[in-house]
């Protein structure tokens, strides 16, 4: 086994584990915006919380450095390589702008939501947090700019 291939690996893991955070944040999130009851909906919220924390943000992590070694490995150079700077800024985007903003709509929600259920009651912070929907416009965020890094990746336009 050849060192690019290893680098593919680790990569490649690194890019489901960052996607099955991704999907362990949206799932929940959105059944926690959906539901109804209180308790339901505070345990949603947890649950993408704990997905944010266990494999998004690590598995983001993971991807870039793997991404990094890997380009390293196949002779590319990450300063003057165009699709791969680009490729590099969307990255930090999401690493530096959507994760550290998904994170603190998702705790302001998360903790709302279980002050309303404590009170057995919608609260007032409750629905401001709802309305925000700061969480949610940055997990999409996330999935769309997911697409341009895949394009480049793949095809290398430039």
């Given at each position: 086994?050849?060192?690019?291939?290893?680098?593919?690996?680790?990569?490649?893991?690194?890019?489901?584990?960052?996607?099955?955070?991704?999907?362990?944040?949206?799932?929940?999130?959105?059944?926690?915006?959906?539901?109804?009851?209180?308790?339901?909906?505070?345990?949603?919220?947890?649950?993408?919380?704990?997905?944010?924390?266990?494999?998004?943000?690590?598995?983001?992590?993971?991807?870039?450095?793997t991404g990094v070694i890997l380009a390293a490995d196949l002779?590319?150079?990450?300063?003057?390589?165009?699709?791969?700077?680009?490729?590099?800024?969307?990255?930090?985007?999401?690493?530096?702008?959507?994760?550290?903003?998904?994170?603190?709509?998702?705790?302001?929600?998360?903790?709302?939501?279980?002050?309303?259920?404590?009170?057995?009651?919608?609260?007032?912070?409750?629905?401001?947090?709802?309305?925000?929907?700061?969480?949610?416009?940055?997990?999409l965020a996330i999935v769309f700019a997911i697409v341009p890094?895949?394009?480049?990746?793949?095809?290398?336009?430039?």
């Amino acid at each position: 086994m050849s060192s690019e291939e290893l680098f593919r690996g680790l990569h490649f893991l690194a890019l489901f584990y960052m996607m099955f955070g991704l999907g362990g944040v949206i799932v929940p999130l959105y059944r926690g915006y959906r539901a109804e009851d209180l308790d339901r909906k505070a345990q949603s919220f947890d649950d993408a919380l704990s997905a944010h924390q266990t494999a998004l943000l690590p598995g983001t992590i993971f991807a870039g450095v793997t991404g990094v070694i890997l380009a390293a490995d196949l002779g590319l150079n990450i300063i003057t390589t165009g699709w791969l700077v680009t490729l590099e800024a969307i990255y930090l985007f999401v690493l530096l702008v959507c994760i550290p903003l998904l994170a603190t709509g998702l705790r302001k929600v998360h903790l709302e939501a279980l002050a309303a259920a404590k009170q057995k009651r919608m609260t007032p912070g409750l629905e401001d947090a709802l309305r925000d929907n700061v969480a949610l416009v940055f997990s999409l965020a996330i999935v769309f700019a997911i697409v341009p890094m895949v394009y480049l990746a793949v095809f290398r336009p430039y």
